[in-house]
C-alpha cells in the first residue's frame, strides 16, 4: 500500500501543514467539534509558535508551495473561491497562481536551445526573463524573428521527478482516506487517479500545443472566448511557444479596472464559452483559473495554458445539457429524471423525493445576482443530498465539475452580480433546439438504420455464421433464406431513412 518513500512524504507534507498550522487551524475552531479543537490545539502546540504567523491564506500558500506541484494546483483551485473561504484568504493563497519563484533565465535558454535543436537567435530575436512563474512551468516573453511577439513556455528542471513523487503520495492518501466509508462516495481514489493522468499529460508539452490548437478552433466557431496560435517551429517536449494573448492577466489586480470593461458581458462570455465547449465539441479547458485568463475592453477574454484538457462522450454531454436545461426550466421531475437515467442516483431511491430535494435546491437561486447566493450554504446543502440519496463521485466527470466550480467562481469575482442561469441560457437552449428536436432524432435513427444495415449486409455475405456467433447474437441464420429477408428489411430502411434525410435538409 504504497513505498516507504511514499509513506515518508505524506507524514512530512502532514508535518508542512501542521507546522504553518493549516490542518487545523485556529481561525476555524469555532466551526468544529470539540475534540477536533483539541486535536488541533495539540498540532499547534508541536508545531511552535511559527505556526500563527500570517493570515490563514499566507500560511497555506506558504505550506503548498514547499509541498510541491499537486499541492500547488489545489490551491490554484481554491483562490477561485473567496465566496466560501473569504476574499482575504482566496487574496493570499491566489499568489500560487502565476507569481511562484521563477528559475533562471540561463536555464530556460538552455532548455529552449535543446527544445528546438538550434541556437536560441535561429528563432528569436529577443528573448526576456519570466514574468509569470507557476508550480510546473514559468511563461518568457520573446519575439520571433519575424517580429511576432510570443510567450515561451519552459517546464521546471526535475518537474518530472517531483510531479512522480507527489502523485504517488497523493495516490496513497486517497487509499487512506478511502478506509472512512463515509469518503468512499466521494472516490478518492478515482478522483487522485484523475488528477495524476492529467498532471502526467501537462509534463510533454507537445500534447500542450495540439491542445491548444484544437480548443482554439473550437473557441473560434462561438468567439465567447479566444486563444492564442501556436508557432509550431518552438515547440518541444519541454517547451511551447504561443504568440502573446491580449489583455492583461486577471490575476493582475489592475487587469479589472481598465477603462471600458463590461464586467457583465466578461461574466457572462467566460461562462457561456466554456458550456460551449463542453456541450457542443465535448473537449473544453479544464485549468480556467484567473492566472490562465486574460481579459481586456470591452469584454476580451484570452485563455493561455492548455495543459488539462476535459472531454465528454456523447451521453455525459447529452445528460448535462438536460441537468441544465431542467434547472433553467425549473422542471425537477424531468431534472430528477435525468438523474436516474444517467445512473448518477441509484435506482432504489424515490423519483419523487430526490425532485422535491431538487427544488430545494433550485428555487431559491433564480432571480437573485451572484453575490445574494451563499455558496457556502448551497455547497452544504448539495453535499447533504448527495449523502441522504448515495450519490457517488463520477471519475469521468471529476474534470468538468471541478472546472464548473472554479468558472463560476471566477465570474462571481469578474461581475458579483452576474446571473450564472441568464448566462447559461442561450448556449444550453441551442444544443436542446439543435440535438433534442424531432429533426435531429430522425437523422439519428437513420443514421442507426444504416449501421443496422451494415451489419446485416455482412451477414448476407456469410449466411453460415460459426455457431457460437449466432447464438451471441441470439439469431437463426441456418438457412440463407432468413438472411436474405433481413437484408431486403434492411435495405427497406436504409432506403427509407436516406430518402427521410435527405428531404430534412
Given at each position: 500500500?504504497?513505498?516507504?518513500?511514499?509513506?515518508?512524504?505524506?507524514?512530512?507534507?502532514?508535518?508542512?501543514?501542521?507546522?504553518?498550522?493549516?490542518?487545523?487551524?485556529?481561525?476555524?475552531?469555532?466551526?468544529?467539534?470539540?475534540?477536533?479543537?483539541?486535536?488541533?490545539?495539540?498540532?499547534?502546540?508541536?508545531?511552535?509558535?511559527?505556526?500563527?504567523?500570517?493570515?490563514?491564506?499566507?500560511?497555506?500558500?506558504?505550506?503548498?508551495?514547499?509541498?510541491?506541484?499537486?499541492?500547488?494546483?489545489?490551491?490554484?483551485?481554491?483562490?477561485?473561491?473567496?465566496?466560501?473561504?473569504?476574499?482575504?484568504?482566496?487574496?493570499?493563497i491566489?499568489?500560487?497562481?502565476?507569481?511562484?519563484?521563477?528559475?533562471?533565465t540561463?536555464?530556460?535558454?538552455?532548455?529552449?536551445?535543446?527544445?528546438?535543436?538550434?541556437?536560441?537567435?535561429?528563432?528569436?530575436?529577443?528573448?526576456?526573463?519570466?514574468?509569470?512563474?507557476?508550480?510546473?512551468?514559468?511563461?518568457?516573453?520573446?519575439?520571433?524573428?519575424?517580429?511576432?511577439?510570443?510567450?515561451?513556455?519552459?517546464?521546471?528542471p526535475?518537474?518530472?521527478s517531483?510531479?512522480?513523487?507527489?502523485?504517488?503520495?497523493?495516490?496513497?492518501?486517497?487509499?487512506?482516506?478511502?478506509?472512512?466509508?463515509?469518503?468512499?462516495?466521494?472516490?478518492?481514489?478515482?478522483?487522485?487517479?484523475?488528477?495524476?493522468?492529467?498532471?502526467?499529460?501537462?509534463?510533454?508539452?507537445?500534447?500542450?500545443?495540439?491542445?491548444?490548437?484544437?480548443?482554439?478552433?473550437?473557441?473560434?466557431?462561438?468567439?465567447?472566448?479566444?486563444?492564442?496560435?501556436?508557432?509550431?517551429?518552438?515547440?518541444?517536449?519541454?517547451?511551447?511557444?504561443?504568440?502573446?494573448?491580449?489583455?492583461?492577466?486577471?490575476?493582475?489586480?489592475?487587469?479589472?479596472?481598465q477603462?471600458?470593461?463590461?464586467?457583465?458581458?466578461?461574466?457572462?462570455?467566460?461562462?457561456?464559452?466554456?458550456?460551449a465547449?463542453?456541450?457542443?465539441?465535448g473537449?473544453?479547458?479544464?485549468?480556467?483559473?484567473?492566472?490562465?485568463?486574460?481579459i481586456?475592453?470591452?469584454?476580451?477574454?484570452?485563455?493561455?495554458?492548455?495543459?488539462?484538457?476535459?472531454?465528454?462522450?456523447?451521453?455525459?454531454?447529452?445528460?448535462?445539457a438536460?441537468?441544465?436545461?431542467?434547472?433553467l426550466?425549473?422542471?425537477?421531475?424531468?431534472?430528477?429524471?435525468?438523474?436516474f437515467e444517467?445512473?448518477?442516483?441509484?435506482?432504489?431511491?424515490?423519483?419523487?423525493?430526490?425532485?422535491?430535494?431538487?427544488?430545494?435546491?433550485?428555487?431559491?437561486?433564480?432571480?437573485?445576482s451572484a453575490?445574494?447566493?451563499?455558496?457556502?450554504?448551497?455547497?452544504t446543502?448539495?453535499?447533504?443530498?448527495?449523502?441522504?440519496?448515495?450519490?457517488?463521485?463520477?471519475?469521468?466527470?471529476?474534470?468538468?465539475?471541478?472546472?464548473?466550480?472554479?468558472?463560476?467562481g471566477?465570474?462571481?469575482?469578474?461581475?458579483?452580480?452576474?446571473d450564472?442561469?441568464?448566462a447559461?441560457?442561450?448556449?444550453?437552449?441551442?444544443?436542446?433546439?439543435?440535438?433534442?428536436?424531432?429533426?435531429?432524432?430522425?437523422?439519428?435513427?437513420?443514421?442507426e438504420?444504416?449501421?443496422?444495415?451494415r451489419?446485416?449486409?455482412?451477414?448476407?455475405?456469410?449466411p453460415?455464421?460459426p455457431?457460437?456467433?449466432?447464438?451471441?447474437?441470439?439469431?437463426?441464420?441456418?438457412?440463407?433464406?432468413?438472411?436474405?429477408?433481413?437484408?431486403?428489411?434492411?435495405?427497406?430502411?436504409?432506403?427509407?431513412?436516406?430518402?427521410?434525410?435527405?428531404?430534412?435538409?
Amino acid at each position: 500500500m504504497g513505498s516507504l518513500a511514499s509513506w515518508w512524504r505524506l507524514i512530512g507534507a502532514v508535518w508542512v501543514l501542521a507546522r504553518a498550522d493549516a490542518l487545523l487551524p485556529v481561525e476555524a475552531e469555532p466551526f468544529v467539534s470539540p475534540s477536533v479543537r483539541a486535536l488541533g490545539r495539540l498540532a499547534r502546540l508541536c508545531a511552535g509558535p511559527q505556526a500563527r504567523q500570517g493570515r490563514p491564506g499566507q500560511r497555506l500558500a506558504k505550506a503548498f508551495e514547499r509541498l510541491g506541484p499537486v499541492a500547488i494546483k489545489l490551491g490554484q483551485f481554491l483562490s477561485t473561491r473567496g465566496d466560501i473561504f473569504g476574499q482575504t484568504f482566496a487574496d493570499d493563497i491566489g499568489l500560487l497562481k502565476d507569481r511562484l519563484a521563477p528559475f533562471p533565465t540561463a536555464v530556460a535558454i538552455a532548455e529552449v536551445e535543446a527544445g528546438v535543436g538550434r541556437p536560441l537567435d535561429h528563432l528569436f530575436k529577443s528573448f526576456d526573463a519570466a514574468v509569470g512563474a507557476a508550480s510546473l512551468a514559468q511563461a518568457h516573453p520573446a519575439q520571433l524573428l519575424d517580429g511576432r511577439r510570443v510567450a515561451v513556455k519552459v517546464l521546471r528542471p526535475n518537474i518530472e521527478s517531483r510531479v512522480a513523487a507527489d502523485t504517488e503520495t497523493l495516490l496513497l492518501a486517497a487509499r487512506l482516506i478511502n478506509g472512512w466509508p463515509s469518503a468512499r462516495r466521494l472516490a478518492p481514489s478515482a478522483a487522485a487517479a484523475t488528477l495524476a493522468r492529467s498532471l502526467r499529460l501537462e509534463l510533454d508539452l507537445r500534447f500542450e500545443a495540439a491542445g491548444a490548437d484544437e480548443l482554439r478552433a473550437v473557441m473560434d466557431n462561438d468567439g465567447y472566448i479566444q486563444a492564442p496560435k501556436v508557432v509550431w517551429e518552438g515547440v518541444g517536449k519541454r517547451i511551447l511557444t504561443l504568440e502573446w494573448a491580449s489583455g492583461l492577466a486577471l490575476s493582475d489586480a489592475a487587469s479589472l479596472e481598465q477603462e471600458g470593461l463590461d464586467r457583465r458581458r466578461l461574466a457572462d462570455n467566460l461562462l457561456r464559452g466554456f458550456l460551449a465547449q463542453a456541450l457542443d465539441h465535448g473537449v473544453f479547458h479544464a485549468d480556467l483559473h484567473e492566472g490562465n485568463l486574460f481579459i481586456g475592453p470591452p469584454a476580451s477574454v484570452s485563455v493561455v495554458d492548455f495543459g488539462i484538457i476535459g472531454r465528454l462522450g456523447a451521453a455525459e454531454r447529452r445528460y448535462l445539457a438536460e441537468i441544465l436545461w431542467g434547472f433553467l426550466r425549473r422542471d425537477y421531475t424531468r431534472l430528477a429524471a435525468v438523474h436516474f437515467e444517467a445512473g448518477y442516483v441509484d435506482s432504489f431511491h424515490d423519483r419523487a423525493a430526490f425532485a422535491q430535494a431538487l427544488r430545494a435546491v433550485g428555487e431559491p437561486l433564480f432571480g437573485r445576482s451572484a453575490k445574494d447566493v451563499s455558496m457556502e450554504r448551497l455547497l452544504t446543502q448539495l453535499f447533504e443530498i448527495t449523502a441522504l440519496f448515495e450519490m457517488r463521485l463520477r471519475p469521468e466527470l471529476i474534470l468538468l465539475q471541478k472546472t464548473m466550480v472554479t468558472v463560476e467562481g471566477v465570474a462571481r469575482r469578474i461581475d458579483p452580480d452576474c446571473d450564472i442561469w441568464s448566462a447559461a441560457e442561450p448556449v444550453v437552449r441551442r444544443w436542446v433546439t439543435r440535438e433534442l428536436s424531432p429533426t435531429h432524432r430522425f437523422r439519428h435513427a437513420a443514421s442507426e438504420a444504416i449501421d443496422a444495415l451494415r451489419a446485416i449486409s455482412s451477414l448476407a455475405i456469410h449466411p453460415h455464421p460459426p455457431p457460437e456467433t449466432a447464438q451471441e447474437r441470439g439469431l437463426d441464420l441456418s438457412q440463407p433464406a432468413s438472411a436474405w429477408f433481413g437484408f431486403g428489411l434492411g435495405v427497406l430502411a436504409a432506403a427509407a431513412a436516406f430518402a427521410a434525410a435527405a428531404w430534412l435538409r
